[in-house]
């Protein structure tokens, strides 16, 4: 993203991970931390497709009708948290994504129509899941483990 942004720097490599430069598919997709993120979202993202038939192969796999809601939060939140990495000297922490997730979803339900507010509720709540929440959060975990060992 920076070099696309012309802005000359000695490193373009993600300064959290320090192992890929840092693009969009990498802050979004292939950092440990954000694949962990939709792991736990139940989302599917297949890197080899072009980004629109990437997201349309998710949908299809997603199965419900607020996959868009979902990404979207998903993704602002992701963003958040790494710049609080790395503005604000945070750590890679699974708690205040989820955080900053769910209470956005919060706001979310307060303006969704009815339909949409039981799935998105559902969602909440961890019935609309279908996960392993001790598997999702040793992942989460030994990224965290695994990112800041790397420093």
């Known amino acids: 993203m920076l070099r696309r942004k012309n802005m000359h720097l000695p490193s373009y490599h993600c300064v959290v991970c320090v192992q890929e430069e840092e ?34 192969s998710s949908r299809a796999i997603f199965g419900s009708s607020i996959f868009r809601e979902v990404i979207i939060l998903a993704a602002w939140c992701i963003w958040c948290h790494q710049n ?20 956005e979803l919060k706001l979310v339900t307060l303006r969704a129509k009815p339909g949409m507010k039981e799935k998105l509720n559902n969602l909440l709540f961890c019935n609309g899941w279908n996960f392993n929440v001790k598997n999702i959060l040793w992942q989460c975990n030994f990224y965290s483990f695994y990112i800041t060992f790397l420093y």
Request: aromatic fraction near 22%.
């Open 84 to 103: 609080s990495i790395i503005f604000d000297d945070k750590t890679v922490s699974f708690a205040p994504w989820y955080g900053s997730f769910s209470t």
């Open 23 to 56: 693009t969009i598919l990498h802050l979004f997709f292939d950092f440990p931390f954000s694949q962990a993120c939709w792991v736990f979202l139940g989302i599917q993202w297949n890197l080899n497709l072009p980004p629109l038939d990437m997201i349309l």
